[in-house]
C-alpha cells in the first residue's frame, strides 16, 4: 500500500498527462464537456481515495476504461442521451487556427460513435489497438478497421468542407 | 491542409491538443468542504438549541440566587426626595409564579414573602420613609 501523499502526486501527474485525452473521449462519448468532466473527477477522486489504480496492469487503458463505464452508468441512470455538444471548442488548434478546430470538430461528429472513440482513443489517447480493443471491450481487429474506416471517413469531411470554403473564398 | 496518407494524416490531427479540464485539487477541496460545513452547521445548530433552551429554562422560573431565592432584575431608581429609600421592581414571570402556585403553595407563598422583603421601603435608616412617616 502506497503512502497518501505519493499516491495524490502519482494521480495528479496523470492527471495532468491525460486529463485532456481523458475529457475528449468523454465529450466523444456523452456529448457534454461538462458531464464528461464531472465523470473525470469522479474517477480520479475515487483513486485518491481508494488507491485502485496500484492494482491495475494498464494505467492508461485502465483510466480510459474507468471514464467510459462511469458515463455508461450515468447514460443508463438517466436513461437518455444527448446531442453531442458542438459549440464548444474541443482542442486547441495549432497556430490559433479556429477554423481548422471547428472542422475537425465538425467531422468528429459526424463519425458513427463507435468509430470516433477508437479513434480519438488511438490518436490523442496515444492508446495501441490492443488498448483501444480493452477499453472498448471489442476484439484489436475490429479496433483497428474502425479506426481504418473513420480516418477515411475524417479525411472526406475535413476535404469536402476545405473545398467547399475554397469554392466559397 | 489534409493529407491523403493515414499515417500523415494521424500527425496532422495530433497537432491538435485536447483542452486540458480544469485541476483537479480545486474540485477536491469542493468535495471536502460540504463535509466541513455539515458538521460545522450541525454544531453550531446544537449549540443553539442548548443555549434557547437553558434561556427559556432561566426566563421561565428564575435562576436561584445564592440565598435561594429565585433571581430578578433589578433597576435601582433614585429619588431626588427620598434618598435613602430605594425602591426595587420584579420581573418576575408571572406564568412561572402562577404555576408555583397552583403546585406548591408554600414554595409559594415563601418566594412572595421573600419578594415583599425587598419590595417594601427600608426602615432600618434614620430616614427611611417609614420612620418619617411613623412620626408624623
Known sequence: ?169 | MVYRDDERLKSYLKEFRPVAPPPLLAKKRLFVRPRLVVVSAAGALAATVVLAILFFHIHELGVPTHNGSPATQQTTTSQPCCPIVSLKQSTLSTPALTKLALEDSEAFSAVMTERLKTQLPAMEDERSTLRILAKE
Request: glycine letters at 4%; charged letters at 25%.
Open chain 1, 1 to 169: 500500500m502506497q503512502p497518501a501523499d505519493s499516491r495524490l502526486t502519482e494521480v495528479e501527474d496523470l492527471y495532468r498527462q491525460l486529463g485532456g485525452s481523458l475529457l475528449l473521449f468523454g465529450v466523444s462519448i456523452c456529448g457534454e464537456p461538462s458531464r464528461a468532466q464531472d465523470a473525470l473527477h469522479q474517477v480520479f477522486l475515487r483513486l485518491i481515495e481508494t488507491g485502485s489504480l496500484s492494482n491495475a496492469t494498464d494505467r492508461k487503458a485502465y483510466l480510459f476504461a474507468s471514464v467510459r463505464n462511469t458515463l455508461l452508468n450515468d447514460w443508463k441512470s438517466r436513461q437518455r442521451s444527448v446531442p453531442i455538444e458542438t459549440e464548444r471548442i474541443w482542442f486547441e488548434p495549432p497556430n490559433r487556427d479556429y477554423a481548422a478546430e471547428s472542422n475537425l470538430r465538425r467531422a468528429l461528429h459526424a463519425l458513427p460513435d463507435d468509430q470516433r472513440q477508437v479513434v480519438i482513443l488511438h490518436i490523442w489517447g496515444e492508446l495501441t489497438f490492443s488498448q483501444v480493443a480493452e477499453v472498448m471491450s471489442i476484439s484489436a481487429n475490429t479496433a483497428a478497421s474502425r479506426y481504418r474506416y473513420a480516418m477515411a471517413k475524417l479525411r472526406e469531411e475535413m476535404l469536402v468542407k476545405e473545398n467547399s470554403d475554397g469554392l466559397s473564398g
